[in-house]
DNA sequence: TTTATAAACGTAAATTTAACGTTTATAAAT
DNA sequence: ATTTATAAACGTTAAATTTACGTTTATAAA
């Protein structure tokens, strides 16, 4: 765990056959921020997880979850032990973003930020330690002011996810495993953030041969009810690797 | 240029209300790489730059161009000095890829990387810039034992790069200003890694409007001659933003 | 029995794609 | 001068897909 870095050594100059000198690299902090999505079904929502900062810089303020990379830990492994530390949850979806690196954006140290974005069942994260972080959902609409880039990044999460959805079964990690098409359908709807045609989504997204029909119903929404699907794993896994291409309208 | 970073305040536990402690950074070295792409259009390959490193550890093997994150400078910044040092072109195509940062990836200090790709056009970088740096053009068949994962970097540059050629004009940025379409045909093709159906080529370029057609030829390959090309700037960047969707088959 | 409504199903015109065949311009060979 | 070879440019059509709608069904409550 502790593996301090000699910077006798790091900050040299050492010299090169080349017209410029090279510098050894000096040492820089390493963060990853994770932008954590949910659906919440009641409300037809999608929802990103922030908590308040209890540490300076910027205590008091929202910022997206993070942490430091440890020196025995890749980023993944950092973004992952973060969301599992907030939400209990293991092995979910999740996928590297974009490398923040500005020179400024941290007032105190220079600080580089690796964000990832993980998908997450609403329905099955342990809201006790959600509590404990002082953390909360926000929608879309309702972000509040975020600490540095964080509210870039969920932009660009965004981005990745409706890019992501159009080509793979990836939506699907926001649902429990039995859903139904109408939340499916206001699912796609928050993600890409307008009004698809129900008639031409069903029609597209059963044609990919991802979705079993069941026999019974989610009487919730309506009296007659809208039947539950699973989706094929085997094909669930054909599609992950092989992608489709999907525009929703 | 100098910012030490003090180990006595980065090290220390810092506590925290949550059950986990709460570790601040370990300093980490942070370096670019960057797949830069070049398109012979006489041996009509797509090619990677890459050098023999001079200095530990690796010496004397095949990698991408590289450099350490300055205190100074963003991680663009530092892909696009990089990419100066060796060709002397400025303001080229240049694009984040990913993260890099197994815990191993580096025998010696930890040091993730930060990958970018970039395009340039093989008729106007300073060819004694790649020579004084004992760097040299790869095509893509041909690519020798590369360090550690850079030979993974170009495989997702690749992808990338083909993802990307297939939403918005980038494959440009590999051709001279002006260009024949066989030229840009035969350019896709290298993109793609496979055979592209000419005819139809030429109609889906020629929808996106972004061709404008000049009354001169290029006589080089055949004796009836090819139409050169350029694009039309403004179209150019309409698409880059608003984005096309072309399927090359 | 009627009504209201979410869910499910259907259709046809317009557009796009894929897979081909054909013509043209030119230098070199005859 | 005419023919030949060939890259470049242009054209066609059937099939597949998309778009933009309208219609029917199941059910609880009135």
């Known amino acids: 765990m502790n593996n301090p870095v000699n910077l006798d050594s790091n900050q040299k100059l050492m010299s090169d056959q080349s017209s410029t000198a090279y ?5 820089i902090l390493v963060a990853v921020d994770n932008v954590i999505f949910g659906f919440d079904s009641e409300e037809e929502k999608l929802k990103v997880l922030l908590f308040k900062r209890k540490v300076e810089p910027f205590a008091g303020q929202w910022s997206l979850v993070g942490s430091f990379v440890q020196p025995n830990e890749s980023a993944v492994v950092a973004a992952s032990r973060i969301l599992t530390e907030f939400t209990g949850l293991e092995s ?61 990044m969920i932009t660009d999460a965004l981005a990745k996810l409706q890019d992501n959805a159009r080509r793979r079964p990836v939506g699907f990690n ?26 031409n989504f069903r029609k597209k997204i059963l044609a990919t041969g991802l979705l079993e029909k069941l026999d019974t119903k989610d009487k919730t929404t309506s009296k007659k009810g809208a039947f539950h699907y699973q989706f094929n794993k085997s094909k669930y896994h054909q599609l992950e690797t092989d992608g489709y291409d999907i525009l929703f309208h």
Do not use: M, N
């Open 23 to 27: 510098i050894k690299g000096q040492p």
């Open 92 to 152: 979910v979806f999740l996928e590297q973003l974009h490398c923040y690196s500005s020179v400024d954006r941290d007032p105190g140290d220079r600080v580089i930020s690796i964000a990832y974005y993980s998908l997450i069942q609403l329905q099955s994260y342990r809201k006790e330690l959600v509590e404990r972080h002082e953390a909360a959902w926000f929608e879309l609409h309702d972000i509040p002011d975020l600490v540095v880039d964080h509210a870039q």
């Open 174 to 199: 926001l649902l429990p495993p039995k859903f139904t098409l109408p939340q499916l359908f206001k699912l796609y709807q928050e993600i890409y953030q307008k009004e698809i045609d129900d008639r």
